[in-house]
């Protein structure tokens, strides 16, 4: 089709028979994981033996193969890291997939040719994030989930870079790289490939005492995209993304062969495009949360993206409960779909847990089928398929034996008094020539041509399909069968041989990790706040010590700029305009101009938390700071910031005191006190649950200033602190990080800077806490009554310490 690009079908694979199951299936490249660096360490995984056997398993079949290391890493990972990277290089990789800029950086120093993919743990947004690594040097680059159609339109339309999305699969509530619940909660970073799944968890969300809504609020439906495909490939996505790594063999094949059959249906005929029910029905068996979304291509956000009741794979609904007897434990049950034996069914009672049971008998769509189980069982209540045996058998062939073939091509000449040979090639650019011994004169039984042709088109268990062969045969010879077959193994071995060789590359360099040099040790910190409006801005103002402000970049800041300069002039702070996390390019009328303002505005700097933002401000002439949620986890990372023009990086909130100070240096800051934001969420609770937010921007709720919180199973209470202006919610941890019990180990650090976030707190609370630090700062020895005040209340109603002593695996 004329003026559409045909797009990538990118399928998971966290195994070998994933793997077959992807290639078989039809997928144009897979992307997997290694044992270490990925960001899915629940997988299967492979080991190096296996990624090279993988890759040559799909390079025979033109398949592309994507390597995720895309997590972050700590310096003592970074020599073994670099040596991963040069195996994979070695072995014909065609591409990595990262998030770690300062590991990004180690690979373009010592394999500048090595393509790299943006993961989408870079949460890039906007147009200015992508140009951002696209300038880089980054080939692809994966859009974070939350954008519409017309956002990623407008993205396709401006980059030479190829876009990425995901049109199938798990979605993650959170900004994807913006999430440190699982961590803080348990230890298990997300960033670092071992979340724990916290959204999958029930919660109840409050309203000051009051329940408004209670259930799996924070866990969203998978995303299905078949229906509007379409709409997918025009708008220019260069890659289909599926998800699924953790997923069966039979998901992936399944999965990857349905999307494969309606993007080929598309190109061969666009205006008769029209999904089947069955596919539809098979998707949902596979795997389903309650049904599908369109994720945010067509939603905003909303309730009915979110699978409330259960987190879990639903299965098909098969069936109703016609009636139950519990006497004789008997389940009679009307039926919308034929099942067969094996098949497993699960009844969802009134009361959990739900019962299910094997189907022993076949039977028709509508029949009237009995089953004995026993439970609170009532009639009309819904029945699921949850195994479908007859798909799961069907789908197991897709990696049991291989049916995906290389289209070769081949020139057979057999002339009398010359050796037989036989060239073969493909569409790569690969070509083989092979000789055999010399053909004789026929003696009674001349050799049929159609005999040779058939024999040279025999490709048996090779990865080939011949698909086409030119012959120049003479009429009267004699070849012995035997050597003709010959003839055609050696040549399909040297032509495997030659696209192997030729996807191999040879690393020019040891690539040995440079240590970096130990940096001394800060004994004076500066002193620095973030702060949310007025109220606590004056309270850090009379705190000893404050050296800077950095205050979210809002309407309150540029309604009352002039004013909070001349505060902090008046106090000798400099202040920076904090820029917001999540900026969008529907929001971008607004937010380009703010940015513009405040960088004409008498401001000292800026705090950036988006790569795109560091590029639209990075030549204003003011100072730069980079936040700790583009995850700077090593020194490599710090460097990277460093040569772009930060002029200070605040250290991961994930990383604990070993490690700050093998990364950190005098221009390095942490976070030593706040309610840490745990999630930055477009689901917003408050607006799905109660301002009636169902696929748009904002809800009735907007700029509502009554307290809400989510409460999960163990009673811990996360407050919600919404955006308005972009229509986000951030989900904050229940307990403050809190680091003066032992800020004398804070102070003995390399870290040149110390942080205060201040978000949900009052301004006689943050002015208390200010002025504690402040005096800390100034002198750890001398502690005032107030601040040994503070102490006791905090550990009464408890605090956290963050990462400072346990960090994350």
Not at 175 to 196: E, K, V, W
Not at 616 to 644: C, F, H, P
Request: aromatic letters at 8%.
């Amino acid at each position: 089709m004329s003026g559409v690009n045909r797009p990538e079908l990118l399928s998971p694979a966290g195994s070998m028979e994933s793997l077959k199951a992807a290639v078989n299936g039809g997928c144009d490249a897979v992307y997997l994981g290694g044992k270490q660096f990925s960001a899915r360490q629940y997988a299967g995984n492979f080991d190096l033996k296996e990624l090279e056997d993988a890759c040559d398993y799909c390079h025979l079949r033109g398949v592309k193969v994507y390597v995720t290391v895309n997590t972050v890493y700590k310096d003592e990972e970074l020599a073994g890291f670099l040596t991963y990277i040069r195996s994979l290089y070695e072995m014909g990789v065609d591409a990595l997939i990262m998030q770690d800029t300062g590991a990004e950086r180690l690979v373009k120093a010592h394999f500048p040719d090595f393509p790299l993919h943006a993961s989408t743990q870079m949460t890039c947004n906007s147009l200015a994030d992508v140009k951002y690594w696209e300038g880089r040097g980054f080939d692809k680059i994966v859009l974070s989930r939350e954008l519409s159609l017309e956002e990623i339109r407008h993205i396709t339309e401006n980059t030479e870079a190829e876009i990425e999305t995901f049109v199938h699969g798990a979605l993650c509530v959170c900004y994807s790289g913006q999430c440190i619940m699982s961590s803080m909660l348990g230890g298990r970073s997300g960033n670092r490939g071992r979340c724990a799944q916290t959204c999958r968890l029930p919660y109840t969300l409050y309203k000051g005492y009051d329940s408004m809504a209670e259930g799996y609020l924070l866990s969203p439906k998978d995303v299905m995209t078949v229906e509007i495909l379409p709409q997918l490939i025009e708008a220019g996505i260069a890659s289909l993304k599926i998800e699924g790594r953790m997923k069966s063999p039979e998901y992936v094949a399944g999965v990857t062969r349905i999307y494969r059959k309606y993007i080929d249906l598309y190109f061969e005929n666009p205006e008769e495009y029209k999904v089947d029910p069955a596919d539809i029905k098979a998707l949902q068996q596979l795997f389903n949360r309650g049904g599908f979304t369109e994720g945010y291509y067509t939603s905003f956000a909303g309730w009915e993206m979110m699978s409330i009741e259960r987190p879990k794979s639903w299965g098909l609904k098969v069936g109703i409960v016609d009636k139950y007897l519990p006497k004789y434990k008997k389940v009679t049950i009307r039926t919308r779909e034929p099942l067969v034996p094996g098949d497993g069914l699960e009844i969802w009672t009134q009361t959990e847990p739900h019962v299910g049971t094997n189907v022993s008998k076949h039977s028709k769509a509508g029949e009237v089928i009995t089953i004995t189980l026993e439970g609170d069982i009532n009639k009309n209540d819904v029945v699921y398929r949850t195994f479908g045996k007859a798909l799961q058998d069907e789908l197991k062939k897709t990696y049991e034996k291989d049916t995906r073939k290389l289209p070769i091509y081949g020139m057979l000449r057999v002339k009398e008094g010359e050796p037989i040979s036989l060239q073969l090639w493909d569409n790569g650019g690969n070509s083989v020539f092979v000789s055999g011994s010399i053909v004789e004169p026929a003696g009674s039984s001349p050799m049929l041509p159609m005999k040779l042709r058939e024999n040279i088109s025999k490709m048996g268990a090779t990865p080939f399909v011949l698909a086409d062969l030119q012959t120049d045969i003479d009429r009267y010879i004699y070849v012995n069968i035997s050597e003709v077959n010959r003839v055609r193994r050696a040549a399909c071995e040297a032509l495997e041989a030659a696209i192997l060789k030729k996807s191999k590359r040879k690393a020019k360099d040891d690539a040995v990790y440079a240590k970096p040099e130990k940096q001394p040790m800060q004994l004076r910190k500066k002193l620095t706040a973030v702060v949310t409006n007025m109220g606590q801005l004056d309270a850090v103002l009379q705190a000893r010590g404050i050296c800077r402000v950095y205050y979210e970049a809002a309407a309150d800041l540029e309604k009352n700029l002039d004013k909070i300069l001349a505060k902090c002039r008046k106090a000798g702070v400099t202040l920076y305009a904090a820029l917001p996390r999540v900026a969008r390019e529907w929001n971008a009328e607004a937010e380009q101009p703010m940015i513009d303002r405040l960088i004409a505005s008498e401001i000292d700097g800026f705090l950036v938390r988006a790569a795109g933002q560091f590029a639209q401000v990075q030549k204003s002439g003011k100072k730069i700071v980079v936040d700790y949620n583009l995850n700077a986890m090593n020194r490599q990372t710090v460097e990277y910031w460093k040569e772009q023009g930060a002029d200070n990086v605040c250290l991961s909130v994930e990383a604990n005191l070993q490690e700050i100070n093998r990364m950190g240096d005098k221009d390095c800051e942490m976070v030593v006190y706040g309610y840490l934001p745990l999630m930055k969420t477009q689901q917003c609770p408050i607006g799905n649950y109660v301002g009636g937010k169902d696929g748009h921007k904002f809800c009735t709720e907007r700029s509502n200033e009554d307290l809400y919180f989510l409460r999960d199973r163990k009673g811990v209470k996360f407050p919600l602190m919404t955006d308005c202006e972009r229509c986000v919610c951030t989900i904050l941890n229940g307990k403050p990080l809190f680091t003066l019990k032992f800020y004398d180990e804070i102070l003995e650090s390399t870290t040149g800077l110390v942080r205060l976030d201040f978000t949900k707190e009052g301004p006689g609370r943050a002015e208390r806490i200010a002025k504690a630090y402040g005096e800390m700062t100034a002198d750890a020895e001398r502690m005032s009554p107030a601040t040994r005040n503070l102490l006791g209340e905090m550990s009464e109603k408890g605090s956290t310490k963050g990462h400072f002593f346990r960090g994350v695996e």
